[in-house]
C-alpha cells in the first residue's frame, strides 16, 4: 500500500511538472513575434504593410518606405478623419466620389477569434422589440430558450409566460421549425443600432430568422444548399445593412447572408477555419478584404463590393517551435500541459507533444543520471526499475518526480 500511494504520488507529480515547468520556461524565454500589419491601398492598388520590432516602418510589396503621412494618404478609407484634418482626402477615387458620409456608411470592421467559437454559450436570450419606437434599445423583462418549445421565462418572477411562449412556438412550427435549437446566434445586447434577432439551426440544421415587432413573432426560414452546415453563425450590425452575418461552413467556406431578400453569399475564399484561425473582415465603400491570420502566416483577399475577386497577398514567420527557444523546448519537455488553450475559453486538459525526437536522448541521459544516483544510495538497481522505466518515458517531470518522493519502500 505504501509503495502504490508513492507511485500516486509521483503520477501527479509529473502533472504538475508538465504544467508549471513549461510555463515557467515560456516566461522566462519566450520572444513575442512582431506579426506586420496589412491593409490594402485602393490608391496604388497594392498592399500597406506596418511593421513593428527591428523592422519597423511602412512599406508595401515592392518593398518602398513611406512616412506616416504618406502611409495614411495610401488609406483614405482607414484614415479619413485624419485626412479630412490635413485637407488631403481626394475628392474621388477609382471614379467613386470620397464623400465622407458615404465612406462612413460603409465602413465596418468584423473579428472573430477561435476563442471567440470555442466558448461556453448562455442558457437564455434576451430578445428585444425590433419596432419599439424608440431611440434605443430596451433590455426585455424576459428571456427565452428553444428546448422541446420555445419559452419565454420572466427574469423577475422566473415564471413561464405560456401565452408568449405557445406564441412564437407555434409559428415556428408552422414554418417547418424542428425541436430543439442546436444554435442560437444573435447580439444579445442593447448596445446596438437595431435589433433584428436571432438566426437559428434547428435539429435538423435548418436556419431561420426569428424576432419581434410590436410583440409578435417574426419567423422566416433561409434557404440553405443541400447539406451545407455551419460552424459557428456571427451576426453583425454594420451600418450599410448589407448583412445580417457572417456564416462559417464545417468545410471552412466563408458565406454572408444579406438583408431584406436573403441571399446566401459565398466569399471566394478557401480554409477559413474560425476553430484554428483568426478571421479579419474589412468592408470599404470599394472593397471587402478578408484576412486569415493563423500561427506563423497571414493571408489578405481583396474583392470588389460584388464579391469578385481583387487583389491577394500572403506572408509568413518562423513560429515560435521552430525557433532557438522553440527547439531547446521540445529537447526538453517531452509534452506540454496546460489548463487553458489559445484556442479555446474552456477550462481543461490540453496536451501539447513535443515536435523532437531529442526530448528522448535528454530522457536517456536522465535515466542515467537516476541510475547513478541510486548506485550511490547503495540501492539494488533491480528494486528501482520502475523509477527507470518513468524517467524513459516523462523524462524531466519523471527524474524531479522520483527525486522529489524518493523510493523508499525497499530500504
Given at each position: 500500500m505504501?509503495?502504490?500511494s508513492?507511485?500516486?504520488?509521483?503520477?501527479?507529480?509529473?502533472i504538475g511538472?508538465?504544467i508549471?515547468?513549461p510555463?515557467?520556461?515560456?516566461?522566462?524565454?519566450?520572444q513575442p513575434?512582431?506579426?506586420?500589419?496589412?491593409?490594402?491601398?485602393?490608391?496604388?492598388?497594392?498592399?500597406?504593410i506596418?511593421?513593428?520590432?527591428?523592422?519597423?516602418?511602412f512599406?508595401?510589396?515592392?518593398?518602398?518606405?513611406?512616412?506616416r503621412?504618406e502611409?495614411?494618404a495610401?488609406?483614405p478609407f482607414?484614415?479619413?478623419?485624419?485626412?479630412l484634418?490635413?485637407?488631403n482626402l481626394?475628392d474621388?477615387?477609382?471614379?467613386?466620389?470620397?464623400?465622407?458620409?458615404?465612406?462612413?456608411?460603409?465602413?465596418?470592421n468584423?473579428n472573430?477569434?477561435?476563442?471567440?467559437?470555442?466558448?461556453?454559450?448562455?442558457?437564455?436570450y434576451?430578445?428585444?422589440?425590433?419596432?419599439?419606437?424608440?431611440?434605443?434599445?430596451?433590455?426585455?423583462?424576459d428571456?427565452?430558450r428553444i428546448?422541446?418549445?420555445?419559452?419565454?421565462?420572466?427574469?423577475a418572477?422566473?415564471?413561464?409566460?405560456?401565452e408568449?411562449?405557445?406564441?412564437f412556438?407555434?409559428v415556428?412550427?408552422?414554418?417547418?421549425?424542428?425541436?430543439?435549437a442546436?444554435?442560437?446566434?444573435?447580439?444579445?445586447?442593447?448596445?446596438k443600432?437595431?435589433?433584428?434577432?436571432?438566426?437559428i439551426?434547428?435539429?435538423?440544421?435548418q436556419?431561420?430568422?426569428?424576432?419581434?415587432i410590436?410583440?409578435?413573432?417574426?419567423?422566416?426560414?433561409?434557404?440553405?444548399?443541400e447539406g451545407?452546415?455551419f460552424?459557428?453563425?456571427?451576426?453583425?450590425?454594420?451600418?450599410?445593412?448589407l448583412?445580417?452575418?457572417?456564416l462559417?461552413?464545417?468545410d471552412?467556406?466563408?458565406y454572408?447572408?444579406?438583408q431584406?431578400?436573403?441571399?446566401?453569399?459565398?466569399?471566394?475564399?478557401?480554409?477559413?477555419?474560425?476553430?484554428?484561425?483568426?478571421?479579419r473582415?474589412?468592408?470599404?465603400?470599394?472593397?471587402?478584404?478578408?484576412?486569415?491570420?493563423g500561427?506563423?502566416?497571414?493571408?489578405?483577399?481583396?474583392?470588389?463590393r460584388?464579391?469578385n475577386?481583387?487583389n491577394?497577398?500572403?506572408?509568413?514567420w518562423?513560429?515560435?517551435s521552430?525557433?532557438k527557444e522553440?527547439?531547446?523546448?521540445?529537447a526538453?519537455f517531452?509534452?506540454?500541459?496546460?489548463?487553458?488553450?489559445?484556442?479555446s475559453?474552456?477550462?481543461?486538459?490540453y496536451?501539447?507533444?513535443s515536435g523532437?525526437?531529442?526530448?528522448?536522448?535528454?530522457?536517456?541521459?536522465l535515466?542515467?543520471?537516476?541510475?547513478?544516483?541510486i548506485?550511490?544510495r547503495?540501492?539494488?538497481p533491480?528494486?528501482?526499475?520502475?523509477?527507470?522505466?518513468?524517467?524513459?518515458i516523462?523524462?524531466i517531470?519523471?527524474?524531479?518526480?522520483v527525486?522529489?518522493?524518493?523510493?523508499?519502500?525497499?530500504k
Amino acid at each position: 500500500m505504501v509503495k502504490i500511494s508513492r507511485y500516486v504520488l509521483v503520477f501527479v507529480a509529473i502533472i504538475g511538472f508538465a504544467i508549471v515547468l513549461p510555463k515557467l520556461y515560456w516566461i522566462a524565454f519566450a520572444q513575442p513575434i512582431k506579426k506586420p500589419f496589412i491593409q490594402y491601398s485602393a490608391v496604388d492598388h497594392d498592399f500597406m504593410i506596418m511593421r513593428t520590432g527591428e523592422d519597423k516602418g511602412f512599406t508595401n510589396t515592392k518593398g518602398e518606405t513611406f512616412t506616416r503621412e504618406e502611409y495614411e494618404a495610401k488609406l483614405p478609407f482607414m484614415y479619413t478623419r485624419q485626412l479630412l484634418m490635413n485637407q488631403n482626402l481626394p475628392d474621388s477615387l477609382n471614379g467613386v466620389e470620397m464623400d465622407p458620409h458615404q465612406i462612413s456608411k460603409y465602413k465596418s470592421n468584423f473579428n472573430l477569434k477561435p476563442e471567440d467559437v470555442n466558448t461556453p454559450r448562455p442558457s437564455l436570450y434576451p430578445l428585444f422589440e425590433s419596432q419599439s419606437g424608440r431611440a434605443t434599445l430596451e433590455m426585455p423583462e424576459d428571456f427565452f430558450r428553444i428546448n422541446w418549445r420555445m419559452e419565454f421565462i420572466d427574469a423577475a418572477t422566473n415564471q413561464i409566460n405560456e401565452e408568449k411562449s405557445r406564441m412564437f412556438s407555434a409559428v415556428l412550427y408552422n414554418r417547418g421549425f424542428k425541436f430543439p435549437a442546436t444554435s442560437i446566434n444573435g447580439i444579445p445586447t442593447n448596445l446596438k443600432s437595431c435589433d433584428e434577432g436571432y438566426l437559428i439551426v434547428d435539429s435538423a440544421d435548418q436556419l431561420f430568422h426569428v424576432k419581434m415587432i410590436k410583440g409578435k413573432p417574426f419567423v422566416r426560414k433561409v434557404d440553405l444548399p443541400e447539406g451545407l452546415k455551419f460552424k459557428t453563425i456571427q451576426c453583425v450590425d454594420d451600418a450599410d445593412k448589407l448583412y445580417y452575418a457572417y456564416l462559417f461552413s464545417e468545410d471552412n467556406h466563408l458565406y454572408g447572408l444579406t438583408q431584406w431578400d436573403y441571399l446566401l453569399e459565398r466569399f471566394p475564399v478557401d480554409d477559413v477555419n474560425p476553430d484554428l484561425y483568426e478571421i479579419r473582415i474589412w468592408g470599404n465603400l470599394l472593397n471587402y478584404d478578408v484576412q486569415v491570420l493563423g500561427e506563423g502566416f497571414t493571408r489578405s483577399h481583396i474583392f470588389d463590393r460584388d464579391l469578385n475577386p481583387v487583389n491577394e497577398y500572403a506572408e509568413s514567420w518562423p513560429v515560435q517551435s521552430e525557433r532557438k527557444e522553440g527547439q531547446i523546448a521540445a529537447a526538453l519537455f517531452p509534452a506540454q500541459l496546460s489548463m487553458t488553450d489559445e484556442n479555446s475559453e474552456y477550462i481543461n486538459f490540453y496536451c501539447k507533444a513535443s515536435g523532437s525526437y531529442y526530448w528522448i536522448a535528454v530522457s536517456l541521459f536522465l535515466a542515467l543520471v537516476q541510475f547513478m544516483i541510486i548506485r550511490k544510495r547503495n540501492e539494488k538497481p533491480s528494486n528501482q526499475i520502475l523509477d527507470l522505466v518513468i524517467v524513459c518515458i516523462t523524462g524531466i517531470y519523471g527524474f524531479l518526480a522520483v527525486n522529489f518522493f524518493p523510493n523508499k519502500f525497499f530500504k
